[in-house]
């Protein structure tokens, strides 16, 4: 191919370098030219163009990403048209992306004209995510560059998708004297969201007291489960710990103990009849990413972990800090892994609406369902919170009935007519065992259960003390994250105000993360829910009875 600039009339054949715009429109880049075209790119006035001559053998760009791509298709993969010089591969089911490294790294030292991304090894995906491309640099390439690639994807696939596999799993969990119960709620919870990628669920959850008689007994009643996760109330730091001891006395074997992830260094791998077990390391109580998750996927998806597979993960191993560890590699107290702060959510839902003109904005509807029922499943769908509590005040017996079914706690707020205050103060007693307590608005329609996880990561990565608060560029909104050592400044609270007094006296403490518009919108007037995609509900609007005439949103629900 060559690549420069030639006379318009000289143009014919060529592929157009950079898009131009001529009196019928645009010429997009990349165009072979035709002698239609370039007379109109003469009369638009251009005189020269920069161009692509090929040469004989030559692909253009969309040809040879094409090709290549057809040839990266296999079982569980998608590969779209090429466009632009790109073709992008798409998982056609949930499951482990396993590349080839070295198949890639072939490829890619074909021709720097031709390149292959791909997500890295052992990624999650889902259904239709994208999990390679190949883009052609240039706007033609060499056929032959383009046959020596697809040579060696003949000789075995670049990458496949191991998709996963239902399993029916066993949970158990040992209990030492003074071991939570919300703890271990909390780990079955945390466990079975961990299991819904792949559509496995839990046949049975034993509960025993942390002894290897006990444990192996509870071990020996799982023969209906294909695989087992232990979660001991103490880790795993010795081949003849609890844990491991009671496989053995369970008739199976213990392939591996520990691991060069952290978090995630004390998990144990091992077998009993053909069935894997997960001894867990105390960080797998926490939704967060860790090690754990590293080897239970593989186990869903039908890819083999051994000792040694196990022992190749240090690379990449180093993950984010745990929510126990603020400042755990620098120095600082020893804290284990199982100190996992928690966070519950506080829905602040006993207000007045005294904007609303006498309805209550909190049962307006948002397709088809009230607003507080939509802002409590929000919450309810956050992967990181351990509770959700709403409290409730005016018109308590209509919010309560909007919630019905919904697994939250109601708090009421006896002097909720008093303000803001009220209702926080309530909310924060309520949930005095936590560490820190999302305080939600509930008139707030954007939220999504992705903005609450980004918020409870912040709060837990700068451990216990944090205080967090959502932005909407740049600008300090809601909702907000406080530790419950904040509680004496809580209470001291009085009116209608909240908590924006104690976060602009801890701005040490303070992490912003901007959620964008979400954080922004609340709905206190009529208006402002018919802008928003709702229509009111209540007594009066405008000083008229609106129980039969509702307002109209925008899309006409």
Same mark, same amino acid.
């Given at each position: ?89 798409h998982a056609g089911a949930s499951g482990l992306f396993v590349p080839d490294r070295l198949a890639i790294d072939r490829i890619n030292a074909v ?180 090690? =754990? ?82 802002t409590v499943e929000t919450a309810l769908a956050s992967r990181n919170a351990d509770c959700v509590r709403v409290v409730v005040g005016h018109m308590r017996a209509d919010i309560v009935a909007a919630l019905d079914g919904l697994d939250v ?76 050592? =904040? ?71």
């Open positions: 191919m060559r690549f420069g600039e030639v006379s318009t009339s000289e143009a014919e054949g060529t592929l157009l370098a950079h898009s131009k715009s001529v009196e019928s429109g645009k010429i997009a880049k990349g165009t072979r030219l035709s002698g239609g075209d370039v007379a109109a790119l003469a009369a638009a006035g251009f005189q020269t163009l920069v161009v692509a001559r090929l040469d004989p053998g030559d692909l253009t760009e969309d040809e040879a990403a094409a090709r290549i791509g057809a040839a990266l298709g296999g079982s569980h993969l998608v590969v779209a048209d090429a466009a632009t010089g790109r073709v992008n591969v021709d720097p004209a031709i390149t292959l991304a791909t997500l890295s090894e052992f990624e999650p995906v889902t259904d239709g995510r994208m999990v390679a491309t190949v883009k052609i640099i240039p706007l033609a390439v060499s056929g032959a560059s383009v046959e020596r690639v697809l040579e060696i994807l003949a000789e075995g696939p670049a990458f496949r998708l191991a998709p996963f596999r239902p399993r029916k799993v066993a949970l158990i969990q040992t209990e030492l004297t003074g071991t939570r119960r919300k703890m271990l709620d909390k780990t079955r919870r945390v466990t079975e969201a961990r299991l819904v990628p792949s559509q496995s669920h839990l046949v049975t959850e034993l509960r025993c007291p942390h002894e290897d008689t006990a444990l192996s007994a509870a071990l020996r009643q799982t023969e209906d489960a294909d695989l087992v996760l232990v979660f001991g109330a103490s880790a795993v730091i010795d081949a003849a710990d609890v844990i491991p001891a009671a496989v053995r006395l369970a008739g199976g074997t213990v392939d591996h103990l520990g691991m060069p992830v952290d978090p995630g260094n004390l998990l144990l791998l091992g077998h009993i009849g053909g069935r894997p077990v997960l001894g867990a390391p105390g960080c797998a109580r926490s939704p967060k990413e860790n090690g =754990f998750d590293w080897v239970l996927n593989r186990l869903l998806a039908d890819v083999a972990v051994s000792g040694e597979d196990i022992r190749r993960m240090g690379v990449g191993g180093l993950l984010m800090e745990i929510a126990s560890r603020p400042q755990p590699r620098e120095g600082g107290r020893e804290v284990s892994e199982d100190d996992d702060p928690s966070v519950d959510i506080v829905v602040l839902a006993a207000g007045l609406s005294r904007r609303m003109g006498g309805a209550n904005k909190l049962l307006a509807e948002f397709d088809g369902k009230p607003l507080i029922r939509r706690e109601i708090v009421g707020s006896p002097n909720f007519a008093d303000g803001l205050s009220a209702s926080l103060k309530a909310g924060f007693i309520a949930s005095k065992e936590a560490d820190g307590v999302l305080v939600m608005l509930a008139d707030q329609p954007l939220l999504a259960p992705r903005d609450l996880d980004r918020l409870i990561a912040a709060f837990t990565g700068r451990g216990k003390g944090a205080v967090v608060a959502a932005c909407d560029r740049g600008e300090r909104r809601n909702p907000v994250i406080l530790s419950t050592g =904040f509680m004496p400044a809580i209470e001291a609270l009085t009116g209608d105000v909240g908590a924006a007094r104690i976060i602009a006296a801890h701005p040490d403490a303070l992490v912003e993360v901007d959620i964008g518009p979400a954080a922004s919108l609340d709905v206190d007037t009529p208006d402002a829910v018919e802008s928003a995609g709702g229509r009111v509900v209540g007594e009066w609007y405008s000083g008229r009875s609106i129980r039969s005439a509702r307002v109209s949103s925008p899309r006409g629900d």
